[in-house]
């Protein structure tokens, strides 16, 4: 006997994977990008203990899932203090800039924490955050035209998150219709 929706649940975990390794090189090029190391410093701090506490809750350590609201208040109280100090001592170009990308980071970690959950919720939050970072990573690749090395790593990015995004979507409306997959 063969398990109902093996393939489908495989293309699942196979873009839950193209997600993580986009959000890994999304990362990288975060912290190459900037000009400035204290810039690079920033965009560290600011994505760095998102990803950390997104991964120990994958893990279900206890400490961490029993205080996650605490973590994720911190985290943003983090994110906007880091954030201000950037906009203040910077040019608003490359505040801007910085404070987009951590954004665009930060939105698709949250896509890709929720991206295999079966609660509708978390469902629906995988959904936004995935069209949110896509919008935002084509304002990205449409700033970075100038810069042809830039430019194609981007693309790239925007290539592979959209066709992680496919390939659960895709998997789960197959799942969905033959009544495999009921959303909690």
């Known amino acids: 006997m063969s398990i109902k929706g093996k393939k489908e649940g495989i293309y699942r975990l196979l873009g839950s994977i193209m997600l993580l390794i986009s959000l890994i090189l999304a990362m990288f090029l975060g912290f190459l990008t ?3 190391p204290l810039l690079s410093i920033a965009l560290i701090l600011i994505t760095i203990p998102p990803f950390v506490l997104s991964v120990l809750l994958k893990l279900e350590q206890d400490f961490f899932v029993n205080n996650a609201k605490r973590f ?26 910085t404070v987009i990308t951590s954004s665009s980071i930060i939105i698709l970690l949250i896509c890709w924490h929720f991206s295999l959950s079966i609660y509708k919720k978390n469902k629906i939050l995988f959904f936004i955050c995935g069209v949110s970072y896509f919008i935002l990573q084509f304002l990205i690749l449409l700033g970075s035209i100038s810069i ?22 895709s998997a789960e409306l197959i799942m969905k219709k033959k009544g495999w ?3 909690i």
Request: proline share 2%; no cysteine; aromatic share 12%.
């Open 34 to 36: 900037p000009s400035n």
């Open 72 to 97: 994720l208040f911190l985290l943003l109280i983090e994110k906007i203090a880091v954030d201000t100090i950037i906009i203040a001592f910077y040019n608003i170009f490359v505040a801007l800039a």
């Open 181 to 183: 997959l009921n959303y």
């Open 148 to 169: 042809s090395h830039l430019f194609i790593f981007n693309l790239t990015l925007l290539i592979s998150v959209s066709l992680g995004l496919l390939l659960i979507i």
